[in-house]
């Protein structure tokens, strides 16, 4: 009775696998990197924090003061809203929640008693505007509250307060 022959191991095709594999590792590096160097121009998300009703928070502001908000998607760039005044057209800061080139365990702190921050790692106090800080632009369009974190509007853009 005649014997079947096994699966038989040819060199030849394996190499070609294998090339091609080391080849669409390259392509899928090239493109990555490729990426990786176009992400300032990536934008993944809203442009900017919009859709906050300016009378709710500065509401919200008058009795618990300023909001932290983190960032969630980089941890790079946390920041204080802050709300100075009775008029909820006016008084908007936003500003980075701790000096350049600091660590993010050197978020300023808001101390409620004293009306300013202060940074826990060296001590330095900034006033309640967040003075002395990177600020952002806030707008108000009609009675919503834009934050513009990426720097792409103007005033010009927006209607102002309508009370």
Request: hydrophobic share 40%; proline share 7%.
């Amino acid at each position: 009775m005649p014997v079947a022959k096994g699966p038989t191991f040819d060199v030849r095709s394996a190499a070609i696998v294998g090339g091609l594999a080391v080849l669409a590792a390259i392509v899928i590096g090239v493109v990555a990197i490729e990426l990786g160097t176009r992400s300032n121009t990536l934008i993944l998300g809203d442009q900017d924090f919009g859709s906050i009703n300016a009378d709710n928070m500065a509401e919200e502001i008058a009795e618990n003061g300023p909001i932290l908000w983190p960032d969630i998607a980089s941890g790079t760039r946390d920041i204080w809203l802050q709300h100075i005044g009775d008029d909820p057209a006016t008084g908007w800061t936003a500003f980075d929640a701790r000096p350049p080139g600091t660590a993010r365990d050197c978020a300023v702190q808001w101390s409620a008693a004293n009306r300013d921050f202060t940074d826990p790692c060296d001590g330095t106090v900034y006033p309640e505007t967040g003075e002395g800080l990177p600020t952002i632009p806030v707008y108000i369009d009609g009675r919503t509250l834009i934050i513009d974190i990426n720097g792409i509007h103007s005033s010009d853009d927006f209607s102002g307060y309508t009370g």
